[in-house]
């Protein structure tokens, strides 16, 4: 059966890390780029960061460039998100996602070009 599963998330602090990881599991992970998604109360979904399937290529919101570092261990079947410097505005419930699409990379965070998602992980910064 094919398994995304967050973990990682928590309560920190302004200014604080975070590492989120992505465990795969039904599927090889090799095969597949990967993207982290976001979403805070009341807004909508939002895309943060992507990574081939080999991990030569990646792609930040601009709101995380710089602070955030997308990652991934096929070896493991697991992909990560590290996440420093966090502000306020990065509260949200994370996920991960499988691209629908084997062997396949674009710059885009379209949902329908993802087709399994994790349950989400909750970060949450606050003082």
């Known amino acids: 059966q094919l398994q995304l599963v967050e973990s990682g998330g928590g309560l920190v602090q302004p200014g604080g890390s975070l590492r989120l990881a992505c465990a795969a599991s039904?599927?090889?992970?090799?095969?597949?780029?990967m993207g982290w998604f976001r979403q805070a109360p009341g807004k909508e979904r939002e895309g943060v960061s992507l990574?081939?399937?080999?991990?030569?290529?990646?792609n930040y919101a601009d709101s995380v460039k710089g602070r955030f570092t997308i990652s991934r261990d096929n070896a493991k079947n697991t992909v990560y998100l590290q996440m420093n410097s966090l502000k306020p505005e990065d509260t949200a419930l994370y996920f991960c996602?499988?691209?629908?699409?084997?062997?396949?990379?674009?710059?885009?965070?379209?949902?329908?070009?993802?087709?399994?998602w994790g349950q989400g992980t909750q970060v949450t910064v606050s003082s």
């Open positions: 996602a499988r691209r629908k699409d084997r062997n396949v990379y674009t710059d885009s965070y379209e949902p329908k070009l993802y087709d399994y």
């Open positions: 039904g599927f090889t992970l090799e095969h597949y780029a």
């Open positions: 990574i081939s399937s080999r991990g030569a290529s990646t």
